[in-house]
């Protein structure tokens, strides 16, 4: 599909660049593969980031004024990031002569990093989940990240694997970070759309700036960490994030140390995680996995799938038909359940089999005390009609 008339930001344009194909549209961006003019056949493709705006409130100067910020605060953000090798590099910001916005319109051109999204590499490669030392090894490059940002003064907030591409050598690099803010500063428009299963409860629809911490981004680091080790995205659910077949691969994984730091990273109360990026860095290896002895894990378990006794008929669901969160710690607004998340056949001796049988055992063994009481009044009954007899 020829998308080259859509591209009205750079289209025909004397920007040293020409316009090859629309990628995406996300973060109210156009995601624009280009290549620079007079390139040979074959020469490395950069992106460019166009802004997508609203086309009834062109006429609005400071709200165009407002959404071109968002390519300049991106730019700060790149440039704050220059000296490390996980987000993609800045290649130019440049101002188009003329665009839907008007005179000086804005267009970020960035490093194309090559090879396929995260979300990709694991529906294709690793559909059941990447061997949990692989899993480590990606998520110290993503740490690494953290640390950075953090010490730029930014969140990265969104960890959507399809922000980031993982090349030939198993190397993380960061490719859309349209969700990043700074510190301590009140959210625009634009910066509120997040994906909300990678993004910790707390600062989904929080705007002020003040409730985000460091612990919202090992959330979400969380979040990533559990699709890579199970295949499954995980859900919004703030209680139960992890769907019945992610919970399952998780807990069967031979390294309990990698289980443990996931579930310190999902906990849905902020100060149950962790408060440092660097802290959280210092998990991230094979010799430094945490035991249950250690500071901070004694009492942290891997938040179960909590789907009620009938899990495998959501229309008898309890909890979802009462609109009621299924979880025992907060309430969340109802959530259709995904495809995804239905149970496939149990495993003899799984987790979640065993909750499911202890409380069947329950409700079954409710009948016995019912039929005790019929029995007294029966007999109370007869005494009564005995003794009172002439």
């Known amino acids: ?18 316009a090859l194909a629309m990628r995406e549209e996300r973060d109210e961006l156009q995601v624009v593969a280009i290549a620079e003019e007079g390139a040979e056949a074959g020469a490395e493709e950069r992106l460019g980031l166009a802004l997508s705006y609203d086309e009834a409130r062109l006429d609005d100067v400071a709200y165009v004024a407002t959404r071109r910020e ?34 000086g319109e804005p267009l970020l051109v960035i490093e194309r990093c090559a090879g396929p999204t995260l979300f990709e590499a694991v529906q294709t490669r690793w559909p059941e989940g990447m061997p949990a030392e692989l899993a480590l090894k990606i998520m110290a490059q993503l740490g690494d990240l953290l640390v950075a940002t953090h010490k730029a003064g930014y969140y990265w907030r969104d960890f959507d694997p399809r922000r980031f591409v993982l090349q030939g050598d198993d190397t993380l690099r960061a490719q859309l970070p349209g969700c990043v803010v700074s510190k301590g500063v009140k959210l625009k428009p634009w910066q509120l759309t997040t994906h909300p299963a990678y993004t910790a409860p707390e600062v989904r629809e929080e705007t002020s700036g003040t409730m985000l911490r460091a612990a919202a981004d090992i959330y979400g680091a969380g ?28 807990e069967a994984l031979e ?24 802290i959280f860095r210092r998990y991230l290896s094979l010799d430094d996995l945490p035991v249950r002895e250690d500071k901070g894990f004694g009492m942290v378990m891997l938040p179960a799938p909590w789907l009620g006794l009938e899990m495998e008929n959501p229309e008898k ?33 799984s987790a ?5 049988e202890r409380e069947e055992e329950v409700r079954s063994g409710l009948g016995w005390p019912w039929l005790a009481v019929i ?11 005995t003794l009172g007899a002439p």
Do not use: C
């Not at 599909?1 to 344009?13: A, E, G, N, P």
């Not at 979640?352 to 499911?356: D, L």
């Not at 029995?375 to 007869?382: D, N, S």
């Open 317 to 349: 669901n309890r909890a979802l038909k009462s609109h009621l969160s299924s979880g025992p710690l907060i309430s969340v607004a109802r959530e259709e359940p995904a495809e995804t998340s239905e149970p496939s056949a149990l495993a003899e001796g």
């Open 352 to 356: 979640v089999r065993r909750a499911e």
């Open 223 to 250: 979040a990533l960490m559990s699709f890579l080790l199970s295949g499954e995205e995980p859900r919004a659910r703030v209680e139960s994030p992890l769907s019945f077949t992610a919970y399952e691969r998780i």
């Open 375 to 385: 029995i007294v009044l029966i007999v109370a009954a007869l005494a009564y009609l």
């Open 255 to 278: 390294m309990p140390g990698v289980t443990l730091l996931l579930a310190r990273t999902l906990q849905p109360l902020a100060k149950k995680r962790f408060g440092r990026a660097e």
């Open 70 to 103: 968002q390519l300049s605060h991106l730019a700060e953000y790149l440039d704050a990031l220059s000296d490390g090798e996980v987000v993609a590099r800045k290649i130019a910001l440049l101002d188009i002569k003329e665009g839907p916005g008007g005179a």
């Open 1 to 18: 599909m020829d998308d080259t008339s859509r591209l009205i930001d750079i289209h025909d344009q004397p920007t040293a660049f020409k």
